[in-house]
Structure formats: C-alpha cells, structure tokens
C-alpha cells in the first residue's frame, strides 16, 4: 500500500517557540492531504483540508493564524504550529489522498504522527 | 450532533473468543463510506476494513467482518477469535460526499490471556 512519512516522529519545544511537522506522501502524489489533532485518550479530529497549491480550508474553531498550513507540491504538506503553548501538546496525525479514482476505500493513508509536547 | 457514536469506551474479551465493537452513524448524504481503523499504543492508524454506503453484501477482511445494517444506521465491527495483538483503540469512522474522514471517539479493546 501506499506509504505517508512524518517528521519529526516527536518534538520537544519550549513555549513561544514554533515547530513545524512535515507529512509526506512517498510514492504517490497526493493532491489533497489532511491534518488532524489526537489527544490523550480521544478521538482524532480534523483540523484542515490542505490541497496543493491553495489555501488550506480549515474546520470551525481551528485558528487558521496558529496552525499555518503549507502544501507547496503534490508530495509534501507541512504544518507550523506558531507561538506553541503547553495546550498545543498533542499527537498530530496527516493522511493523504492520491487523487480521486472514484475508489474510497483506500483512498486516505494516513501518516504515522508526530507527539508534539510544548514546555 | 455526533455523527460517529460508539458507545463502548472499553471491553475486555477473553482470548480467542469473538468480539463485536459497535458503530452507529448519522448522516443524510446518500453517498457514504464507513471505516474502522486500529490503533495500538505506537499511535499509528490501521485500516481494517471498509463498507460503502450502496454495497449490498457486508464486507469481510480475514477474521475482521463489518455488519452493516443501514437502515438501522449501524456499522458494527466483528473480530473472530480475538488475539492478544488485537488489543489496541478501535475507531469507526465515516466518509461523506465531502471528503473528510470524521471519527468515533473509540473503543479500546483488551484482549484478556
């Protein structure tokens, strides 16, 4: 099956620092890919739709300023959380689509997360 | 209103006996995917298994089955002959018209020795 990458796998960051997650697709080319936030013992929720070369759309309540989203080319999305607080700690998980086949059931692969922890 | 709901946060299932982990949806699109993912304690997702919205026949993956009864809004996962690897969080999730994967808050599952 097709494989996504993040990186870092864990990040360690001091508060007001920012931090950047890359997600990538690596033998496909995914034109959209999403970004969604795990914590502790929850559920993962959606925060943004990231499609190659536009804006990101993001989900109601996600601040569109703190989580900057980048998806400049068809294997690569990054996601900056900026001015990082302790409450942005959280397990952040990136699938990717490769494209519409019309096929849904292995449409999403997702990324094997980032452990995020701000200090 | 929770589109996934799962009403089971926890299970404990003796070994090799079979489990059903239930899975109920919401949603008014015709045109509509339902997921089940696993998720052991390294926080990667596993796709098990997948059922579309206008399969007539419940879909079936190894000893995963998905029991699908639409009318019902219902998408319950069955594992047969349960492992001791199968203990993880269990999420159903669905996919609507619009792309987006929206998930279940889980059922962690522990498989007893």
């Known amino acids: 099956g097709a494989v996504v990458s993040q990186h870092p796998s864990w990040v360690i960051c001091k508060s007001g620092t920012s931090v950047k997650i890359e997600c990538r697709s690596l033998?496909?080319?995914?034109?959209?890919m999403f970004w969604y936030r795990q914590f502790p013992k929850q559920s993962l929720m959606l925060m943004a739709t990231?499609?190659?070369?536009?804006?990101?759309?993001?989900e109601q309540g996600v601040e569109k300023d703190k989580f900057l989203i980048n998806h400049a080319s068809l294997t690569l999305s990054t996601l900056t959380v900026t001015s990082a607080h302790p409450e942005d700690s959280s397990f952040y998980i990136c699938?990717?689509?490769?494209?519409?086949?019309?096929?849904?059931?292995?449409?999403?692969?997702f990324g094997p997360g980032t452990r995020l922890t701000v200090l | 209103a929770q589109k996934i709901t799962q009403t089971q946060p926890g299970m404990f299932v003796q070994e090799k006996e079979a489990v059903t982990l239930d899975c109920t949806y919401d949603?008014?699109?015709?045109?509509?995917?339902l997921f089940w993912y696993k998720q052991p304690s390294s926080g990667e997702m596993i796709f098990l298994i997948y059922?579309?919205?206008?399969?007539?026949q419940n879909a079936t993956e190894g000893r995963y089955s998905l029991n699908f009864q639409k009318a019902r809004k219902s998408a319950n996962l069955v594992i047969s002959a349960s492992q001791l690897g199968d203990s993880a969080m269990y999420f159903c999730?669905?996919?609507?018209?619009?792309?987006?994967?929206?998930f279940g808050k889980g059922t962690r599952l522990h498989i007893l020795p």
């Open positions: 699938s990717a689509r490769e494209g519409f086949s019309g096929r849904w059931t292995d449409t999403q692969y």
């Open positions: 033998d496909f080319q995914a034109t959209t």
């Open positions: 990231s499609n190659e070369g536009s804006k990101a759309t993001y």
């Open positions: 949603t008014s699109d015709p045109s509509y995917g």
């Open positions: 059922q579309g919205s206008y399969d007539q």
């Open positions: 999730a669905m996919r609507e018209s619009d792309d987006k994967i929206i």
